[in-house]
């Protein structure tokens, strides 16, 4: 099957999830679906995810540096290899010391460059003075965005985003294609996506020498997958909807616009945890006329 196919079923899945949203009142938010149950206590499905989607403010997370009284202070601006430190502020002025647990860890640092060919997921560690630090693997030079995913104890998960840059002579703009195939290492690992009901998924599979590999659970679940809007770095975070790691790992993911995306998915498997990056063209389609509503969501593309 073409690239092309399966993007244009995706963008017309990624319109309609957007339709929802507009029903009830607000642009979708930081979205955390499928394994959501951190958050809410309860299983939740596409449909209920999306009406909490819909109910927050902001269109996608990550793009502001403070919000709701908690701001994201590094200590330098620079995304050079080696310490990075900053802490989060609270709304009393003071650094947060008391956090829940997201995925295992109580913040999740992801650094990527404007350009989304550089990413990496880190997790700092945090002294009792509330101040977090890690060191940063070496970056090409260029203009990079930092993340900081957490949820402060008895208050509502923010993700929090300040400007990096790798300093040196930043190589010439790369235009982002769509890819679907990644090689990392020995793993060739697939991103398929479909129409289901009420929301979207993505399948990852991934194949050393052709048989499909199980990934080891990762930060509580069969993998991590983060995705960033090219333009603004807008920050989706999304998670497996299968509780147990066995064969393909699915996602639901939905988008706050159109537009292009670039998707990281973290796994381990034996113990070495790898990242590879997809990238979606999640265009818009025209308006179907209507006695066309019979064609396949690849034919209604064309
Ligand atoms: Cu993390």
Redesign the pocket.
Known sequence: MSPGLKLGAFGLLLAAVLGGGALVGAAAGPIDVGGGSEHTGATHDAASTEVEVGSTELPAGGLMVAQDGYRFEPEDRTADAGPFAFTIVGPDGRPVESYEL??D?E????VASRDLQQYA???PERDEDGRWSVDLPPFPAGSYRAFA?FQPAAADQYTLGVDLTAPGAAPPAVSLEPQSVDTVDEYDVTLDRELTGAGSQVTVTIRRDGQVVTTEPY?GAAG?LVALRDGDLAYLHVHPLDDEPAGPVRFAVEVPSAGTYALFF?FQVDGVVRTARFVIDAAAPPPAPADHSDAGPGDAHD
Request: aromatic residues 0%.
């Open positions: 997201l995925h860890r913040l999740h640092l992801i997921h880190v997790h995913d930060l991590h973290d």
